[in-house]
């Protein structure tokens, strides 16, 4: 069937209708474009589609560079120069708070942006009969590559060396420092192997921060910078610092100096390691998870709260915690606009206000948009 295009809303995604009134999602597609397409799910209140035919193109449309677009399903919006891909990041996010958090973002909306290719320091592959690859989207098809072009270079020559290509686990995780480290770690490392291979440092700003493959970091080393900036400039000074879901105590290594007293709260026990390497001795280390240290904790208003929860948002009991007490000051970085709406709304019936909200598009040719939004109280 031929639809038109009405606009591109979260995923990614082109929205239509098609004539019995449901929604129909496009993946490819770009506003104002009329395409041929089939019907690839069928829901009772809508339904997803692909693209057979551009029959209309938009002025927008570019061909995509990698020859692997149409098969790995990881970089989707490869059609698009990163120029307008960051400006339907913005509508899309405000599209989404509307939407789920009830809330208009300002105009003034911004999406940071840096690179657009080679800006992925950080990858899980997995092995396939012709070696690494990445698993197809919302599959479990492996795409095997010979060069990536979002991950770096120093990945991609990595991925081709003789000993890295032996290696028998199912999965490898790899991550380039940006400073001639590549490191790597699959399931089964002893801790001495873990030692020499997987640990790794990583320059941000004027701090050297110790982590290891196997724990979270973040991939786009090079906009990285723009969002501890960000961060910094806006966590004046206060007494007490609570970094909550800190990873390798990133954030709370780089505001660390601005406060009396700092504490992380990590529930990935291998975090902890890097996490006394990266802190001042006197910074209280916790490992559990951030709701549980919420509900047993009181937290006094000279408090600022860092948060940087996985794309699930914050979980329900820490949003209790955090609306029931005392916090003035609330930073929160997400990965995802979705939950992050969702959480606003939950916050700023507590009470809070939207103070700054930013993008940062940390991952080019993806609908992923990483948000900062800072909420105060009174
Ligand atoms: C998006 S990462 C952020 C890490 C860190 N802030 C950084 O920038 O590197 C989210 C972190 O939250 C941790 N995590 C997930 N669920 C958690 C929970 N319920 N409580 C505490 N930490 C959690 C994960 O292990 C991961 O390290």
């Known amino acids: ?25 496009v993946s490819q597609a770009l506003p104002g474009e009329r395409v041929r397409v089939a019907l690839s799910r069928e829901a009772k209140d809508y339904t997803e589609a692909k693209i057979v035919d551009v029959l209309e193109a938009s002025p927008l449309r570019i061909k995509p560079k990698c020859p ?51 800006y ?14 990445f698993r197809a989207e919302n599959s479990h098809r492996l795409i095997s590559f010979d060069e990536c072009p979002v991950l770096t270079q120093s990945l991609n020559e990595f991925l081709h060396q003789e000993n890295i290509k032996k290696i028998r686990a199912r999965e490898l995780q790899l991550f380039d420092n940006g400073a001639g480290r590549v490191s790597y770690y699959y399931k089964g490392m002893t801790p001495e192997e873990q030692r020499l291979y997987s640990d790794n440092s990583v320059s941000v700003l004027d701090r050297s921060i110790s982590m290891d493959a196997s724990v979270f970091f973040q991939s786009n080393l090079s906009l990285l910078p723009t969002l ?7 966590a004046f000074e206060g007494e007490w610092l609570i970094d909550l879901f800190s990873g390798v105590g ?9 406060f009396s007293r700092v504490t992380t709260v990590e529930r990935d026990k291998y975090c902890l390691r890097h996490a006394k390497l990266n802190l001042k001795k006197s910074a209280e280390q916790v490992t559990a998870p951030a709701e549980q240290w919420l509900s047993e904790n009181t937290m006094s ?43 606003t709304l939950l916050l700023k019936n507590a009470g809070f206000q939207i103070k700054t909200v930013e993008g940062f598009a940390f991952y080019p040719h993806t609908p992923h948009l990483e948000m900062l939004l800072v909420l105060e109280r009174g």
């Not at 405000?94 to 657009?116: A, Y």
């Not at 501890?228 to 806006?234: E, G």
């Not at 709370?252 to 100096?257: K, N, T």
């Open 1 to 25: 069937m031929e639809l038109v295009i009405e606009k591109m809303v979260q995923g990614g995604v082109g929205l239509s209708r098609l004539s019995d009134g449901r929604v129909c999602f």
């Open 68 to 118: 692997l677009y149409e098969k790995c399903g990881g970089c989707s919006l490869q059609h698009i120069s990163l120029g307008s891909q960051v400006q339907f990041m913005a509508e899309m996010a405000k599209e989404t708070f509307l939407r789920i958090g009830k809330t208009s973002l300002p105009d003034s909306f911004e999406v940071h942006h840096g690179e657009p290719w080679h």
């Open 120 to 133: 992925r320091h950080r990858a899980r592959v997995f092995r396939g009969p012709e070696g690494w690859g």
């Open 228 to 234: 501890v900036h960000r961060v910094r400039t806006l």
């Open 250 to 258: 990133f954030f709370a290594s780089l505001l660390e100096d601005r």
């Open 301 to 343: 208003a000279p408090a600022v709260l860092i948060v940087d929860p996985p794309r699930t948002g914050l979980p329900a009991d820490a949003l209790k915690a955090i609306s029931e007490g005392q916090i003035q000051k609330l930073i929160y970085v997400s990965c995802n606009p979705v939950t992050l709406a969702r959480d």
